[in-house]
């Protein structure tokens, strides 16, 4: 089992190596990010996610290349089961209550080749089978570089010819969900446990839990605002993006806190709000004020 954190963790990369005799060494760099645009090494992929709901059935997906070199990616999908901290772990099977999207999904094409400052589109089509089960399917579709090998006879010559030559190579990847809603699937949220800690850096944190109730993930924003008494409220901390997948039903959330000089967050309150990412019309989940004394 592999274990993957998520992206709107921040995580660090998962590292899988193979060894070839006498050749190489490859190293596998594996990251989740839910930007925007997600990036990571050269590639840029627009949009972060895909969601099928009511009548859509087509989606394209954007990949830019912006680095000075041409790249190769190959592309597939892999199927994650995400943990109560928020990191992913690759599955084969579904876990109880979850559902795999890649059976009702076609895409094209299956591998690019993009030029420095080129793009190209990923067509994806939803092919809904007769009678699905009402709920949310999800996989993650996989966009992970091919290396430039070297052709026979361009091999770095070996001094001493007992030795082994090892070249490391890093290969990127970048996974974005990719969900397929069937019915009418309500979803809530509420936020529990608000607490502020300290690390080990002398940095405040808040901690909390994200509870998910219904038959869809949740997807929004994280924000904290210091409230005291007679002034205006100061933000002090927001995070993006953060989601709560099925089949799970909390996910715990460490937000860090930037105070700005002059606050004191030994008094007053935090007032602390879940919203929908949805900037033209955002929908507030929860709301919790955490009483600072």
Do not use: C, W
Not at 27 to 55: C, H, I, K, Y
Not at 75 to 80: C, E, K, M, R, V
Not at 83 to 98: M, R, Y
Not at 258 to 278: C, T
């Amino acid at each position: 089992m592999k274990i993957r954190n998520s992206a709107d963790s921040f995580p660090q990369p998962e590292r899988l190596i193979n060894t070839n005799k006498f050749k190489s060494l490859i190293l596998v760099l594996t990251l989740l990010l839910p930007l925007f645009s997600v990036a990571q090494g050269d590639l840029l992929v627009t949009p972060r996610r895909v969601v099928f709901e009511g009548n859509k059935q087509i989606e394209e997906i954007t990949l830019a290349n912006t680095g000075q070199d041409t790249a190769y990616y190959s592309i597939s999908f892999l199927q994650y089961h995400m943990t109560e901290n928020g990191s992913f772990e690759e599955i084969t099977e579904p876990k109880p209550g979850q559902l795999f999207a890649d059976p009702v999904l076609r895409y094209f094409p299956r591998s690019i080749e993009l030029a420095p400052g080129e793009s190209q589109v990923v067509r994806m089509q939803l092919r809904r089978l007769p009678n699905m089960e009402e709920g949310e399917y999800r996989s993650h579709l996989y966009f992970r570089a091919v290396p430039d090998e070297r052709p026979l006879g361009e091999a770095d010559a070996l001094t001493d010819t007992t030795a082994i030559g090892i070249r490391l190579t890093p290969i990127f990847g970048i996974s974005i969900p990719v969900i397929v809603r069937i019915g009418d699937l309500p979803a809530s949220l509420s936020l529990s446990g608000l607490a502020l800690e300290k690390t080990e850096e002398n940095r405040l944190v808040l901690q909390t839990t994200l509870n998910r109730e219904g038959r869809k993930s949740v997807y929004g924003d994280l924000t904290a605002d210091y409230a005291a008494p007679g002034a205006e409220p100061v933000n002090v901390g927001l995070v993006r993006g953060i989601a709560v997948y099925t089949p799970n039903t909390l996910r715990r959330f460490s937000m860090p806190l930037n105070v700005p000089e002059g606050i004191d967050l030994s008094k007053g309150k935090l007032l602390v709000r879940f919203s929908s990412s949805n900037e033209a019309k955002p929908e507030v989940f929860d709301e919790k004020e955490l009483v600072l004394n």
